[in-house]
């Protein structure tokens, strides 16, 4: 059509925090998934957890977060358009290996919560003990580093080395 001008629809954003293998925004990036305003991020009364356990070998895992009123768990606070949220979920395995929940997650150096997209283990997924990461995963975490805290880093690297 002649003198038509397409105006593209407005995304709307949700933010997202990530905690594990997606704090490696180059991957978040190869999904498909759009991101903006990365920072760090803190979620109080959880703790960080690897016990959601592969379909395919049982000895091995993926990230979590557990309720834990003792401790706090650090990633990646980002915004992503809404329609994204659908590329999450397939790389989650939403609704089956995780669900997603919205929970405030503290923004560094503010002081200010955003509500925030966070995947949980389901259930019947989670295994009563920690499980092993693979060098893939171990390596995608370890891209998130530059927004965690060295005490945090110390944390997961100590958590990775004990497998």
Not at 35 to 44: A, C, I, R, T, V
Not at 94 to 110: A, D, F, T, V, W
């Amino acid at each position: 059509m002649r003198g038509f001008l397409f105006t593209p629809p407005l995304l709307i954003m949700e933010y997202y925090f990530a905690y594990g293998s997606l704090m490696d925004l180059h991957f978040m990036k190869s999904l498909g998934v759009r991101y903006e305003n990365p920072q760090s991020g803190k979620l109080f009364g959880y703790d960080f957890q690897v016990n959601v356990m592969d379909s395919f070998n049982r000895n091995y895992g993926y990230a979590n977060v557990t309720l834990n009123n003792e401790t706090h768990v650090e990633g990646i606070l980002v915004e992503i358009p809404k329609i994204d949220l659908a590329l999450l979920d397939a790389y989650e395995g939403y609704p089956e290996l995780y669900s997603r929940r919205k929970l405030n997650i503290q923004c560094s150096g503010e002081n200010k919560k955003l509500e925030s997209w966070v995947y949980l283990g389901n259930l019947n997924c989670i295994s009563k003990r920690n499980l092993k990461l693979s060098i893939i995963q171990k390596e995608r975490i370890k891209e998130g580093f530059e927004f965690l805290s060295e005490g945090y880093q110390k944390k997961l690297l100590n958590l990775m080395s004990e497998e």
